[in-house]
Every structure is written in structure tokens, then in C-alpha cells.
């Protein structure tokens, strides 16, 4: 006996018939998520809460820097020599009271005698 070669044709219900369970089943969860996932045009366009968020945001570009601030213009107050010279001499006088009471200062010792 010969053999023949049939040609296996589709069945002529519906295309998603010959699909496995699996496939269907795929098929439909990738159907529900696309259809959430795209987004249709906005029409009604921007809600106030929504357009006053983008406003707040700063700009892409950034505006130029202001010129820094300079103190060039600032007076330094003049230091009269009477207090700097009233500082010197309490200074001197409290050195004097010191080694009066303490004795001359004493020469630094070395951290170590090694």
C-alpha cells in the first residue's frame, strides 16, 4: 500500500480553537493589560492640582546665576589705639601678677626621653 501525505487543515471554527490552553490563556492576559497600560488622549486635559504640580517645577533650563555678592563697599571700623594699648598694657600687668605668683615660666619639657 502507498502512503499519502495529507495537508492537515485548520479547522474552520474559530481561530483561537486551535491555540493550546496556554497560548488562550496568555492571549487574554496580554488583551487586559494592554488595554490599561495604553492611555487614550486626554481631552479634558489637566486637573488644577495636576497643572499646579508641573507649574511649581523648576525650570529644564536653568536661569543664570545673580552675581554673587561682594563686600568690597564695606567700611572696616577704624580701631582707636587707646584700647588697642589699654589691651597691651593689662596684658603686661597680668603677666607680671603671674610670674609673681608662679614663678618664671618654665621651658617646654620633650613629650619623651627616648
Partial sequence: MARTHLALANS????????????????????????????GGNEAGWSDLEQAFFDAAPPDEPKAQAELERF?????PERHESV???GQAVANAWGAFRRLLFGP???????SYR
Fill in 12 to 39: 474552520a471554527q474559530s481561530p483561537s480553537r486551535n491555540k493550546s490552553k496556554r497560548q488562550r490563556r496568555r492571549a487574554r492576559e496580554i488583551a487586559r493589560n494592554a488595554s490599561a497600560s495604553v492611555t
Fill in 72 to 76: 568690597d563697599d564695606l567700611v572696616v
Fill in 84 to 86: 588697642g594699648a589699654f
Fill in 105 to 111: 615660666a618654665r621651658p617646654a619639657r620633650p613629650a
